[in-house]
RNA sequence: GCGCCCGUAGCUCAGUGGACAGAGCGGCGGACUUCUAAUCCGCGGGUCGGAGGUUCGAAUCCUCCCGGGCGCACCA
């Protein structure tokens, strides 16, 4: 089971006081390396003074070997001051791990599927989609990190009124016209007319192209063309009614906002929402556990139709996820650019990443909450990007890279003390030992951006030790290489988590 | 009108029940003969949109109000 040093301390204090506690870092050194507040919460449920129950728990902690002395605080808080051999001894926990730190101990391994971007092949990744896929693929590479099977999936449109928009501008360059008046124009299009055959693939294939660079990487491809042919045999099984000449799922009567309609009433052909159900059918066949939609926010009205359809055709909606996330608005010198794909003048994720690089993109795509409309300033991102925050901890990682590459080899997990630790020592250790728990968080609230912010922290407290310590040929070398090691693995970690590149120099 | 999201320092934002509210950028002033100064240290900066309520305790939960964004298609 994998490592996580200060919920294995809490659980020894759990077992002796026979209720379930939690440790916190406070913000005051003052207040201990840790505290808990379970006095507080018992006291209510046990009808006993919050200060007497604090009492016990302080006497238990006292007698724990790591702990050097329990106080008692305020209105009934516990604070821990633990000796240096529990910081030696999680330090060790974590290189035990290895790789795996971070992820957590006992989980239940499950098979899931995230399916992002989805953009529609008329033209190439804007910036909204990188976000998607940034959030997505955060989320997804969280779910792995804790041991579940994820996959990440791309659908898209291939038929349809807005393709044959598409083609038809394309077919009309061709001829050496103008695209028709509610088609599709700019430089791409050219491009593509310059090429022969249907515009589709090629267009998706540059796509992926840019989502390859990007760092993302699909492991499947679903068409919507291919999920319509089942519908004739699908539709059947959902609750239906004719309506103005329209086939309607009564899909309000399962949760949904509205009814939907699923035949168009003059050419009974079937909309979008009616492949929805074809390819949701096709997700949860396929065994996935949970089925995660990464959706913009301008589509939240249709979040309720897909645990719907779920519960029209007897599946579990709670198999069924729906994440939302807000705009982009890129801004250049103040001004904000239009995020419209018929102008000339969108921001496209390849230029995005031509001006600030891979790294920083997707930093700042993950680095906001999902719900917080993201504003970027183009301009300034490229212009400070030596003084983005991604640089300022992967320069963490480098420095480290550079001990090491001068250290000698004798690499052991046993981390033996001369002398006691210094307080930047400490705070870096316990800094360390917070990233089960920010994972943990993060994946169960579906955000990411603690990710990034817990990298900063520990960067910067990597860089305070650094700057306070040298760590060759000094008294306590053994140790801190240990926690040299430690540190780079969890900042590597991250880095990961987030798709940045974890660089051995800079 | 209805629904969802947001409102925290000059700017961009972390922070969803705990002890004096945080970071980056911007401003000012310091620190390198050392394992990388893309670093470190210090100073200044906030009625957490407003008003009530719940709680021992609220930026955080509830209600109302104000302001901004996005939706409310037989487009996707």
Not at 30 to 41: F, I, M, P, S, V
Not at 139 to 162: C, I, K, M, P, W
Not at 173 to 182: K, Q
Not at 397 to 402: D, F, M, Q, V
């Amino acid at each position: 089971m994998p490592a996580d040093p200060v919920k294995e301390l809490a659980a020894s204090l759990a077992e002796a006081t026979g209720a379930e506690l939690e440790l916190e870092r406070p913000a005051d050194v003052e207040h201990g390396d840790y505290a808990t507040n379970a006095a507080l919460q018992l006291a209510g449920a046990r009808r006993r003074a919050p200060r007497e129950i604090a009492a016990e728990i302080a006497d238990t902690a006292a007698g724990l070997e790591v702990v050097e002395r329990a106080e008692i605080a305020g209105p009934g808080f516990v604070n821990l001051f633990l000796r240096d051999e529990w910081f030696a001894g999680a330090v060790g926990g974590i290189l035990d791990d290895g790789d795996g730190y971070g992820g957590g101990g006992a989980h239940e391994r499950t098979r899931v599927q995230v399916e992002m971007v989805s953009a529609n092949p008329t033209g190439p990744l804007t910036v909204a989609s990188a976000r998607n896929g940034a959030y997505g693929d955060a989320v997804a590479r969280l779910f792995a990190l804790t041991g579940h099977e994820v996959e990440r999936e791309y659908y898209y449109n291939d038929s349809g009124a807005q393709m044959d928009r598409f083609r038809a501008s394309v077919e009309a360059v061709r001829r050496g016209e103008e695209p028709p008046e509610d088609g599709y124009r700019g430089a791409y299009i050219d491009d593509l007319a310059a090429l022969k055959g249907d515009p589709v693939p090629l267009m998706l294939k540059e796509i992926e192209a840019s989502l390859d660079r990007f760092r993302i990487h699909f492991d499947t491809f679903r068409r919507q063309s291919e999920l319509e042919q089942r519908l004739p045999e699908l539709l059947p099984r959902l609750d239906t009614y004719e309506k103005d000449g329209a086939l309607w799922a009564r899909s309000s009567a399962y949760g949904d906002d509205e009814d939907r309609v699923l035949l168009r009433s003059d050419d009974r052909t079937p909309t979008y929402r009616a492949a929805d159900v074809a390819y949701l059918v096709d997700k949860l066949e396929r065994g996935f556990d949970r089925a995660i939609y990464v959706l913009g926010a301008d589509h939240h009205g249709t979040r309720n139709w897909y645990a719907a359809v779920a519960r029209m055709l007897g599946y579990d909606p709670a198999r069924v996820e729906v994440l939302l996330y807000q705009l982009v608005h890129l801004t250049r010198g103040g001004e904000q650019t239009k995020m419209s794909k018929r102008r000339g003048d969108v921001v496209f994720l390849d230029e995005f990443v031509n001006e600030i690089g891979v790294d920083a993109a997707r930093w700042y795509l993950v680095n906001r909450g999902p719900d917080q409309t993201i504003e970027v300033d183009v301009d300034l991102a490229a212009e400070r990007s030596q003084k983005n925050p991604v640089y300022y901890v992967q320069y963490a990682h480098a420095r480290i890279a550079g001990i090491l590459r001068n250290a000698p080899e004798n690499a052991s997990n046993k981390l033996s003390l001369s002398g006691s630790l210094a307080t930047e020592e400490r705070e870096l250790v316990k800094r360390l030992a917070e990233l089960p728990g920010v994972v943990a968080d993060a994946l169960a609230k579906r955000g990411p951006q603690a990710v990034p912010a817990y990298a900063i922290r520990v960067a910067d407290d990597f860089h305070r030790f650094y700057h306070e310590h040298r760590v060759l040929e000094s008294e306590q070398e053994v140790f801190r290489l240990g926690l040299c090691l430690a540190t780079q693995r969890v900042i590597a970690t991250c880095l990961e988590l987030v798709g940045v590149e974890a660089p051995d120099r800079m």
